[in-house]
Nanobody
Framework: EVQLVESGGGLVQAGGSLRLSCAASGITFGDYSVGWFRQAPGKEREKIACISSHDGSTNYAESVKGRFTIAGDNAKNTVFLQMNNLRPEDTAKYYC??????????????????WGQGTQVTVSS
């Protein structure tokens, strides 16, 4: 059974930091591209950071660029999201998502993706 388990959320004051973890079991995380998403009440889920399984390249939403850093530790089968200089508008439930595209010898592609259950981040002003 595949599981992604997020941890590290909590309550922090504006300007503070948190480090979220997404630990995978049942898959090898290094084979997957991983993204962090967040969803605030009444808002759509948005992707805020991702790291590619192909070359380790990263991308960030403009709202978090320069403050958040995504990184993977293959030995721990875990992906982290370091969040610095947190703002009240960062308050949301944060989810990790792993995706892998497998190609058969015949050229058919199959996508495998998994979500974690989320961890709450609350930033007070």
């Amino acid at each position: 059974e595949v599981q992604l388990v997020e941890s590290g959320g909590g309550l922090v004051q504006a300007g503070g930091s948190l480090r979220l973890s997404c630990a995978a079991s049942g898959i090898t995380f290094g084979d997957y591209s991983v993204g962090w998403f967040r969803q605030a009440p009444g808002k759509e889920r948005e992707k805020i950071a991702c790291i590619s399984s192909h070359d380790g390249s990263t991308n960030y939403a403009e709202s978090v660029k320069g403050r958040f850093t995504i990184a993977g530790d293959n030995a721990k089968n875990t992906v982290f999201l370091q969040m610095n200089n947190l703002r009240p508008e960062d308050t949301a439930k944060y989810y990790c998502w792993g995706v892998r595209v497998a190609t058969t010898p015949q050229g058919d592609e199959y996508e495998y993706d998994y979500w974690g259950q989320g961890t709450q981040v609350t930033v007070s002003s």
